[in-house]
């Protein structure tokens, strides 16, 4: 396990401005080579900031439909369960309620899946954005996975 391990230390160093000096494979024998690193990391850091609350957006707003969606299916199988095997306390209340319960959530099914679009195309908009006006310390191809 030794060399492997001591390996994937070096490997995951070398991305961070450090490199190996000689042919060990040890993270002892790495040398920081970029000075440029720490101003590399603060922007990465910059950058996820401004993208995490976009991205909490986005996923927030799925999961919301998700959980209307389910929503519905719940109250529509238990109504047509109820066809076969109403229930035995307050089947017309009940049935009134699911019903309104549908109405209600189909209802709000619009509205929210207009809140996720409008989160998926700010994301899209910021992303676009950094991608073509980014100037930085950070390479492109940095840039690019960090916007993934």
Known sequence: ???????RILRSFEGYGWQRTGQHESPVAIRYTDENAAARAQERRKISLVLRPLLAAVWSSR???????RCIEQSRGLLL???????????????KWHEQRI???ESRRSELS???E????????????????Y??????????????
């Open 118 to 133: 409008e989160a998926v195309i700010a994301l899209q908009e910021i992303r676009s954005r950094l991608r073509a006006e």
């Open 63 to 69: 999961d919301e439909m998700e959980k209307n969606d």
């Open 103 to 105: 109405r209600e959530c």
């Open 114 to 116: 207009r809140q996720h």
């Open 1 to 7: 396990m030794g060399r492997n391990f001591n390996y």
């Open 135 to 148: 100037q930085g310390p950070l390479t492109p191809e940095e840039v690019d996975r960090l916007l993934r």
């Open 81 to 95: 369960r109820w066809k076969k095997y109403p229930p035995k306390k307050n089947p017309a209340r009940r049935k």
